[in-house]
Every structure is written in structure tokens, then in C-alpha cells.
DNA sequence: TGCATATGAATGAACG
DNA sequence: CGTTCATTCATATGCA
């Protein structure tokens, strides 16, 4: 930060008279934005340092059965419920504010470059990291649209900034990929073997060689809309 | 042959003389398409159902004794053991730690043929395909690569090969499955304070509080609210 | 004192 | 390869 000097003073001003983000005359956008960075910075460093509280927290109890002597001060004992649990980010109100309102901007899925921005901008309000966001937007539109799936049809909700592109067909397309793979690029067949292992086979596994019996239940079921060969 | 009456006679032939698939007069054309759809499906899954066996069981009875749980729990967690369906690899402990060492053995990318002989490496701890492996490098390198750039939008020589500095091998890695979440925090941390400390700040950042109090309102509250440091 | 639900995080797999 | 999806794990929180 370069506003040593005749700046500081400016700067002392805005904050006594603010006390909050302060507004254009002093400062440049250029500035500001470099403390924003630094905040954020600070934000990220703060929190990190606090998970490494946490792991050490761990491992020091795991080994000593207890925190005392921690940092060589047995007055910071913690009891058993404050341990490592402190990994988990939690919006805040106003981060929520922004995160909802951004979802529906983008439609729910933000670009890398967004996700730096608005981690930046949440950095404002409370510690949080890009991972933090990044997560908040994967789980957002997950969690959305299995409400929707689950809820049938009553798309009428005001939620409509989930729509998904992306779609999957559904897993029984297990077959059909195992039959038209070849190659070893084939990456889906391995897969899908495990997945007819699990799920497909009506007995025993190992007893399959013998398994001529072609009106077995399930089989049938499995092949009938199938499409496999045709 | 005993002589007897007509249908029965006709019906006990044909079991017998074949001994196997029932024709039947009933059987018509599109039941038997279904069949050969049935056959022809079959040939595939069981070629590959070999195939995972030769990679999977033989060890894996070595190790456990028994094919109990074989496929039915696949990771036995200290949790619950959940009973069936799960179709996605997850990774031993022992398989994880193989994995990580191939991963900084190989930079990071190993041939196809490398891969092969990883899995088989694999497949003595526990049930394995090549493309869970295939993708477990591709995963690896992503996020590895994602995580450093995370890590402050430094520029930088993103020619590195994202060299992987994952791991301290030490002790309680028994409960790694626990363990393993906050490990890679831990060790992301190293290199986030270390880049932006070097790079974003331009100061001290430890200063940072004094520049908090006047960037952004509300800067206590976030502390407050959230017991950094318990 | 537990269960039930919400949600942050982790990760194998799949898509373009 | 880079992104995104889908599913699961783990923790927080609220209720009875």
C-alpha cells in the first residue's frame, strides 16, 4: 500500500467520518481494490491458519490425550465438541444475500473468473475462500435439481433460474455402453461391469457360468426396453 | 423311448434331446429375438465380469480370507456397513497411499501402460479397474492444478508440471479416511499464505487488522460470529 | 438426548 | 484437459 504520507491523512478522515467502505473522493478504485485483495488475502490466511489450529488440535489430543500443554498454555483446553470443528464455512446472511442473488445471474453456474469475483466481494462480509463459493455454487444446483425431480412437475417456482443443461439419459444406458465399447478408451466399461455387479445380476455372482436359465426374473426386465443391440 | 401318449411324448423329446432352452410351440419370433438379445448381452457381461474377477477376487481372498462382503461393502468404513449398491470405486487406504506415490513418480501423468501395471498393483488390495485409476490421475492432476491457481491469481510459470508436494506419510493415517479431508487443507495452506504472502501483500500482513477496520465495516462482527480461533 | 434435516465439503465419474 | 455432475460423507442445527 503506497498511501503513506499526505494520503494517510485522507484516509484517516474517511474512516472517522464513515467508519465503513468508504466512497470515491479519496481513494481510487485502484486502491480499493487493493485493499479488497488484501482483506480477502487476510480472510483466506485467517481461515487457513485456523484449520491448521484444527488439524494440529487433532493430532496433539490424538497423541497426548488431551490439549494440555498446547501451545504451552494449559488454560487453552477445549472441550471435545470445539475440536476440529470449526472447518465448516458458514455464510453469513449477507453472504447468502449475495451468493442467491448471483445464482440467479449467472443461472446458476458462474465461470472461474466469476467465482474470483465474487469471493472477493464475500470477503467484504466474513472469511470465506473460492473453494468455499465454488462448493456453494456445485451444490446449490445440485440441490436444486433434485428438489425438482423429486417435486414432479411444479416447476412454478421462482427457482426457475435452475435449469439444467446438462442431462444424462439414465443408468440404464449401463448396457448399451458396455456393448458399443471396444477400445480401451472404453474408460466406461470397467464401470459399468461393476455397476451390472452390483445391481444387475439376480444371484450369485460366480454361479453365472451356469446360469443358462434365460427367464431369470430380472434379466429379462433389464434387456426388455433396452434398445441393447437394437 | 416307452411308448405313451402323443403331446406328453412330444414335449418330454424335445427336454430331453436338448436339455436345455425350452422351444416349445409357443415360443414365437419376437420372443425368441428377445432371447438372442438376452444371450448376446450376456456373452458381453460375463466377458467382462472375467475380466474383473482375474483383477479383483484373487487377492482379494487372499487378504480377507473370505469373499464375504466382496462387492457387497467394497470399503468397509468405520462407520456403518452399508449393504449393497454402491457402483463407485473407493479407494482403500493402502490403494491410496500406492496411488500417491505413483503420482509423484510419474509427474503426475503415467502412460496407458503404466496405468495398467498400477492397477494391477491395485487390485491386490482391493477391486479395481483401470479407468478408476485413469480417472483417479485425471482427477489428481486437476484439482492439483486447480488448487495452485486457487491459491491467489498469481502469475506464474504455469508451465510446472504440478509438482505435488501432498503428504507427510506420518502417523495416524489408521483413521485417514477421517484424517484425509483436513490433510490436504493443511498442506494446501503451506502454499496459499506462502504465494500470497509473498506476492498480494504488499505489506506486512499482519498489519492487515489496522487497513481491516477502516475497509470494511462490519470486519469484527466476523470474527465474533465465527470464534476463529475458538 | 437422540433423531431429522440442511448444507459444506470431498471425490469418482462423465461430458465437451 | 478443464468443467461439471452425481453421490456421499460429515457436521451443524432444530425439534421433541
Not at 6 to 29: C, Q
Not at 95 to 115: T, V, W
Not at 136 to 149: D, G, I, S, V, Y
Not at 165 to 170: A, I, Q, S, V
Request: aromatic content about 10%; charged content about 25%; proline content about 3%.
Amino acid at each position: 500500500m503506497e498511501g503513506e504520507n499526505g494520503d494517510e491523512e485522507y484516509l484517516k478522515d474517511e474512516t472517522e467520518s464513515r467508519g465503513e467502505i468508504l466512497v470515491a473522493k479519496v481513494v481510487t478504485d485502484e486502491q480499493i481494490q487493493t485493499l479488497r485483495k488484501q482483506i480477502a488475502a487476510y480472510t483466506i490466511i485467517s481461515e487457513q491458519l485456523r484449520r491448521m489450529h484444527d488439524v494440529m488440535s487433532v493430532q496433539y489430543l490424538a497423541e497426548t490425550g488431551s490439549f494440555y500443554n498446547l501451545y504451552g498454555d494449559p488454560y487453552l483446553t477445549f472441550t471435545s465438541s470445539r475440536i476440529a470443528s470449526r472447518n465448516r464455512w458458514t455464510p453469513k446472511s449477507t453472504q447468502l444475500k449475495i451468493l442467491e442473488h448471483e445464482f440467479e445471474e449467472c443461472n446458476g453456474n458462474p465461470g472461474k473468473q466469476k467465482i474470483t469475483e465474487i469471493t472477493a466481494q464475500l470477503a467484504q462480509h466474513g472469511p470465506i475462500t473460492e473453494s468455499s463459493v465454488y462448493n456453494w455454487f456445485q451444490n446449490r444446483r445440485a440441490r436444486c435439481k433434485r428438489k425438482k425431480l423429486e417435486g414432479g412437475e411444479a416447476p412454478e417456482t421462482k427457482n426457475e433460474a435452475c435449469k439444467k443443461k446438462r442431462k444424462k439419459p439414465d443408468s440404464s444406458k449401463t448396457v448399451e455402453n458396455a456393448a458399443s465399447s471396444t477400445t480401451w478408451k472404453a474408460e466406461n466399461l470397467h464401470s459399468q461391469s461393476a455397476e451390472i455387479g452390483n445391481q444387475m445380476l439376480p444371484f450369485d455372482y460366480f454361479s453365472l457360468t451356469s446360469v443358462g436359465s434365460f427367464g431369470c426374473g430380472g434379466w429379462d426386465e433389464q434387456f426388455e426396453g433396452n434398445q441393447l443391440f437394437g
